[in-house]
């Protein structure tokens, strides 16, 4: 499925099930609770935290697909099309980055 698929998709779905988009503060709010349950995970599976018993069963791809669930509602709501933004996006980073971090000595495998 491409982005914008995938953005058709939820749109779909929040106009069957959702009743209607929350309002562009409150998605931006609940971008910021996912990414930290996203953190929460990372920090105790990769990182030096500890689970606890309740962290032992969470799942890092579900809780990605939520991140991009409410990035995609907020793309909707606000008439950005994702494809055509990644497509921006990746042009500007190879523009600016093309030899930035080949040349990093902090990169490299040596390091």
Not at 56 to 65: R, S, T, V
Request: net charge negative.
């Amino acid at each position: 499925m491409t982005i914008h698929e995938a953005q058709e998709r939820v749109d779909h779905w929040i106009r069957t099930y959702g009743v209607r988009y929350f309002n562009e503060l409150t998605n931006m709010a609940l971008v910021s609770e996912e990414v930290g349950e996203v953190a929460r995970i990372v920090a105790r599976r990769y990182g030096e935290q500890s689970c606890k018993p309740s962290d032992e069963d969470k799942d890092l791809a579900d809780e990605l697909a939520d991140v991009l669930w409410v990035v995609m509602c907020l793309a909707n709501q606000t008439g950005i099309d994702l494809d055509a933004a990644l497509e921006r996006n990746f042009a500007k980073k190879t523009a600016r980055d093309a030899s930035r971090h080949k040349n990093n000595d902090k990169l490299s495998h040596n390091a």
